[in-house]
């Protein structure tokens, strides 16, 4: 960690589904420019984790810390407000683009720059999308290219664009991976690296050991809702942490 | 480091409305196609006077296929245009007669017509009952109130200060400006505005405009008033035109302008369309039609010359969607496809 940097941390975060405890008192913490991976089996609450803590879901105890101050619980909005983004899991709702319009279309669904008579202020979303990739040296597909015509690796970094442009200082990514081939997915992970060496803090839901192995710097294991483990991903091995999830 | 591949020099909107123009190329080609056969076999079709009567009565049919097609594009239709016309016509005449000004007749027309949209909108939004039956029932609804305003009969002696808005088939004559100036209006609202823009942001993925904070439902009863609206315009200019209101016109007017639609590049599925093709899919079934009557062949044949066209211009798109080549199975096997 970094001197001036930024950091989220979650503590103690409780959510419950009726019978089933999903969450169950889950820590965790994650600085600028680093990776923080989260595994385990399904169901064991890492959606959960990541929806809590960008307030999709409300928990119903504990609390969301950005650089130590807590935010309003269950409110995206505020989260957004303090530099944290999500990219969501692909059959979420709020993961779907319109495969029919363009890219910067689909960057900018809903809060398009507009005059005070509403037209829209293109040249600005193109320049917003320009300093948007500068910033974070990240690749999005051609501006104008239709979003159903693009392969799922690129779609996927239409969706991270998004999270993007407001410029996350935390970014948080459910599963981004999961539907894509291997090509696909080297794409995908070309951009995180890309991202955390741009400053960027990054939490990653995923299934792949190996892409834990490949891309994350700290790992934490996940079981009916609790943290059993955490440790660093350098020195260790896929057994390793295979052993960790199954502790 | 990689950056964007974002082309110099071509703003977005240039961009879009350049790719949108190739769904339109299709109904373009078309129609130049379909005038050279007829040059060649009725060439007294190119007179001046049947020219500009074609056009004339295309551009008064345009602001009831102006808000289908902003339905199409929403993924929705209105079976009930061609009732709510008939109805707006009526009620605009039956306020003229009964000595209200014109302006309140037309105003009473086209507010009745609105809230049939907005009813349309709270049975298939609200109640979620499909567009077809719901719609269906609000044809039978606005029929019902035409012939009972009516009692089945004509409504004729509407003062000849009526007959101005939509008088004359020259190139001044209010419904050709109205009909032209409404494409261009929705030509460049569709591109430029956000709130039309929204039109294609819902049809083209409703779940995916909610969660980027879109009211979509605000979206789609203005669609569905848009539809009703412009259908009460087109009824107040056929009433405007024959100084007479019937509760018999446009039974077949939501078919029709659904086919220009299409055959103007817009799919059902939604999310595609543009408003000048609407205008020369339109232009394609008013030419279909008169064509059969020029040909002397019986009009009972009619709707055969609009079916070809639509059939021709389904196949086709299914080229351009396929990369050019000319594969219509594979426009009948894709998902959202007529």
Known sequence: MTAGSFSLTGDLLTKRFGANLALNGATFRVSSGEILALVGSNGSGKSTLLK?????????????????????????????????????????????????????????????????????LIRRMQTMVREMIDHYTISIPPLDAKTGHLSGGQQKSVAIGRALLSRPRILLLDEPTASLGITERSVVHKALKDLRASGVGIILCSHSLEEVMKIADRVIALRDGCVIAERDVDGASEKDVAVLMSK | MTTSVE???????????????????????????????????????????????????????????????????????????????????????????????????????????VAFGALNWLLVV??????????FITLGVAEALSLAITEGQAIAGLPTSFGRIAVGSTLTSPAIV?????????????????????????????????SGGINVKGVQLFGFALASGGAAVTGIL???????????????????????????????????????????????????????????????????GVSLVLLAAVLLRGAEDDGGTLMPYQAQSRKGKL
């Open chain 1, 52 to 120: 809590t803590t960008y307030g999709t879901l409300t928990p119903d105890s504990g609390s969301v810390c950005v650089n130590g101050v807590a935010l309003k619980p269950g409110s995206p909005h505020e989260t957004r407000s303090r530099g944290v983004e999500m990219v969501f899991q692909d059959k979420d709702d709020e993961a779907k683009l319109c495969p029919g319009l363009s890219v910067v279309e689909n960057l900018f669904l809903g809060h398009e720059p507009v005059t005070r008579v509403g037209m829209l």
């Open chain 2, 178 to 210: 109205l009909g032209v100036g409404s494409v261009c209006a929705l030509e460049v609202l569709t591109q430029r505005h956000v709130l039309f823009r929204r039109l294609y942001q819902v049809g083209s993925n409703p779940a995916a405009a909610r």
């Open chain 2, 7 to 113: 082309p110099k020099g071509h703003s977005g909107a240039a961009r879009s409305v350049r790719s949108l123009s190739g769904r339109m190329r299709w109904s373009v080609v078309l129609l130049i196609l379909y005038l050279a056969v007829i040059f060649a076999i009725q060439p007294a079709f190119f007179l001046p006077s049947n020219l500009s009567a074609l056009v004339y009565y295309t551009c008064l049919l345009m602001p009831a296929v102006l808000g289908v097609h902003v339905l199409i594009v929403l993924g929705l239709f209105d079976l009930s245009v061609g009732a709510t016309a008939a109805m707006a016509g009526v009620i605009a005449a039956n306020a003229m007669v009964h000595g209200l000004p014109i302006g309140i007749g037309v105003f009473l027309a086209i507010g009745a017509a």
């Open chain 2, 126 to 135: 609200q109640l979620r009952i499909s567009a077809l039956i719901a719609t």
């Open chain 2, 238 to 304: 056929q009433s405007s035109r024959t100084l007479s209101a019937s509760p018999f016109v446009f039974t077949d007017l939501a078919l029709q302008c659904i086919a220009a639609c299409v055959i103007g590049g817009a799919s059902l599925s939604g999310g595609t369309g543009r408003a000048a093709g609407a205008f020369f899919g339109m232009l394609m079934v008013v030419i279909s039609r008169n064509l059969v009557v020029m040909a002397g062949v019986s009009v009972y044949w009619q709707d055969l």
